[in-house]
């Protein structure tokens, strides 16, 4: 982070471009702190979007690889219906999401967990899937049923799976809000950032999006933490 913003602070200095093109670090730093009572407000909306929208597309995520699991037929068929659902350009369906939901917090929510949903469930469907097929066969000599061979064996096995989705899934989270935002919201980062671009004020919207950022890392910082606590017997090369 420090090099990227030397190499951008520099790029200010040499081309001299117009601050309205690219503002430098310190137009930013003074915007965020100029508009900072604009700006915490709508963070924490969009903060509590994220939050929501992760814990919902998490819990959805880890439903439908659990169901495809134990019914490995429904793969079949709910995995097409999956790999539809994220095809589906953001932008195209946020419109609808909000016709349907409204302009509050509802939409937004929504738009969060559609893209949360699709690595969490890949992920740990995957590491299901792919549990050691000697473990599989121990379960079923001592005949442990299809419920317990999940539970004991391909749910505890297939954790990192779940941890690296969980790692993606805090990546793109604030993606589904700031977007539903942009199409149409009362309040949000992506609120100002709209209002600042219309303006021209590109230093407002840098410090609109540094918050966004500094949220996307503090959520994956959050992750590396849970997998420490889920995944205590592995090193850092297995993760």
Request: no cysteine.
């Given at each position: 982070?420090?090099?990227l913003?030397?190499?951008?602070?520099?790029?200010?200095?040499?081309?001299?471009?117009?601050?309205?093109?690219l503002?430098?670090?310190?137009?930013?730093v003074?915007?965020l702190?100029?508009?900072?009572?604009?700006?915490?407000?709508?963070?924490?909306?969009?903060?509590?979007?994220?939050?929501?929208?992760?814990?919902?597309?998490?819990?959805?995520?880890?439903?439908?690889?659990?169901?495809?699991?134990?019914?490995?037929a429904?793969?079949?068929?709910?995995?097409?219906?999956?790999?539809?659902?994220?095809?589906?350009p953001?932008?195209?369906i946020?419109?609808v999401?909000?016709?349907w939901?409204?302009?509050?917090?509802?939409?937004?929510?929504?738009?969060a967990?559609v893209?949360?949903?699709f690595?969490?469930?890949?992920?740990?469907?995957?590491?299901i899937?792919r549990?050691?097929?000697?473990?599989?066969?121990l379960?079923?000599l001592?005949?442990?049923?299809?419920?317990?061979?999940?539970a004991?064996?391909?749910?505890?096995?297939?954790?990192?799976?779940?941890?690296?989705?969980?790692?993606?899934?805090?990546?793109?989270?604030?993606?589904?809000a700031?977007?539903?935002?942009?199409?149409?919201?009362?309040?949000?980062?992506?609120?100002i950032?709209?209002?600042?671009?219309?303006?021209?004020?590109?230093?407002?919207?840098?410090a609109?999006?540094?918050l966004?950022?500094?949220?996307?890392?503090?959520?994956?910082?959050?992750?590396?933490?849970?997998?420490?606590?889920?995944?205590?017997?592995?090193?850092?090369?297995?993760?």
């Open positions: 982070m420090v090099a913003v030397a190499i951008w602070w520099s790029v200010v200095l040499v081309l001299a471009p117009e601050p309205f093109l503002p430098g670090p310190d137009r930013v003074l915007a702190i100029r508009r900072w009572g604009d700006l915490w407000p709508n963070a924490l909306v969009t903060l509590t979007e994220i939050l929501f929208g992760l814990v919902t597309g998490i819990l959805a995520g880890v439903a439908t690889a659990l169901f495809m699991g134990y019914v490995p429904a793969s079949r068929v709910v995995t097409p219906f999956v790999v539809v659902l994220q095809s589906m953001v932008f195209a946020a419109p999401l909000v016709l939901f409204g302009f509050g917090l509802a939409s937004k929510i929504v738009m967990t893209i949360i949903f690595p969490v469930a890949s992920a740990f469907h995957d590491g899937e549990t050691d097929p000697g473990l599989l066969d379960a079923r001592y005949g442990a049923g299809r419920a317990r061979t999940l004991l064996i391909q749910v505890p096995a297939a954790l990192p799976a779940l941890v690296t989705g969980l790692r993606m899934a805090a990546a793109v989270a604030p993606i589904g700031i977007v539903g935002e942009w199409v149409g919201a009362s309040s949000g980062l992506g609120l950032m709209m209002h600042a671009n219309a303006r021209m004020q590109t230093d407002v919207m840098f609109a999006l540094a966004v950022v500094a949220m996307a890392v503090v959520l994956r910082l959050a992750a590396d933490l849970l997998a420490d606590r889920l995944l205590p017997w592995l090193d850092e090369t297995d993760r």
